[in-house]
């Protein structure tokens, strides 16, 4: 049986990428596309060539972290008519190695909610992955939606992932829905599964105290029972919002504990 020709085409694309990586969590806001950001971006850093997908189409705000939000998709015609999208990429002043990026958020309007049924979600994620000009790439790095939705079944199966990245925060550990998402991802035999504890602590900006907040540690834990890689623990940056309004991820933003974690992360990665 072959395979339809979107999936033979994604199949082609992926051989052209070293390492394909999945961000996941159990639940929206727990910062799972501010890791896929800042990891991201902590590559680039590093001289990585890395494309980013984002593939949350409830919250697709990958572009906007990344300060290309109103980048124009353009097309390229094929030799046998079909058009290619060209991703834009992103700027940074030249600081790091370009970043291409590709957003459920390019194909809808902005301020209108996705009504879309989870068969069209995973077509128009997997058009995402093979339609796009992504070309050479050492990282692809796919923001995934919140949860354990058929288009993540959907979509990895088309995909061979080398890693899946599950974020949590402190709070959200305790949850089925963490534990869920991971076993998502056990059940597929992504080869390398990790865990990462997103808002654990909060640096106090008087006594440079840490201040955990939610219960810190359970990240760790979580990932000890299930036999899975911890990948480290991401403390609440309050100037988290500022780089998110410019444009830029915090690993790039600035000098804080936050950027220090999350270079640390892309250097386990690696
Ligand atoms: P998700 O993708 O899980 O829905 P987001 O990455 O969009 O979550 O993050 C949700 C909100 O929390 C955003 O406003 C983001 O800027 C903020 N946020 C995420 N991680 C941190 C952090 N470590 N410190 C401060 N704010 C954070």
New binding site residues.
């Given amino acids: 049986l072959g395979a339809d020709p979107l999936t033979e085409r994604i199949n082609e694309k992926q051989q052209k990428w070293k390492y394909k990586v999945a961000v996941l969590?159990g639940?929206?806001?727990?910062?799972?596309?501010?890791?896929?950001?800042n990891l991201a971006a902590a590559l680039a850093k590093k001289g990585y060539y890395v494309g980013i997908l984002d593939a949350?189409i409830h919250?697709p705000?990958v572009a906007k972290?990344l300060g290309v939000d109103r980048a124009e998709v353009l097309a390229e015609e094929l030799e046998d008519g079909r058009f290619e999208m060209l991703p834009p990429m992103t700027d940074f002043m030249g600081q790091v190695t370009p970043i291409k990026v590709m957003s459920m958020g390019f194909l809808v309007p902005e301020d209108q909610p996705i009504i879309w049924r989870g068969s069209l979600v995973t077509k128009a994620i997997k058009q995402l992955l093979g339609d796009v000009k992504w070309g050479e790439l050492d990282f692809m790095i796919i923001?995934f939606p919140?949860g354990t939705g058929d288009e993540i079944l959907t979509v990895t199966q088309s995909l061979q992932l080398d890693a899946a990245i599950i974020?949590t925060t402190p709070q959200e550990v305790a949850l089925l829905d963490t534990g869920k998402a991971l076993n998502m991802m056990k059940k597929m035999e992504v080869p390398y599964i990790a865990v990462v504890e997103?808002?654990s602590y909060l640096i106090c900006p008087h006594c440079g105290n840490e201040i955990d907040l939610f219960g810190r540690g359970g990240g760790r834990k979580l990932a000890e029972k299930e036999g899975v890689e911890f990948l480290g623990e991401?403390?609440?940056?309050?100037k988290?919002?500022q780089a998110?309004d410019a444009g830029i991820p915090?690993v790039l933003y600035g000098d804080t504990m936050?950027a220090k974690a999350f270079m640390e992360l892309a250097e386990k990665l690696v």
């Fill in positions: 969590s639940k929206g806001g727990v910062g799972k596309s501010t890791v896929a950001v949350d919250g705000n972290m923001d919140p974020v997103n808002m991401i403390p609440i940056d309050l988290a919002r998110s915090i936050a």
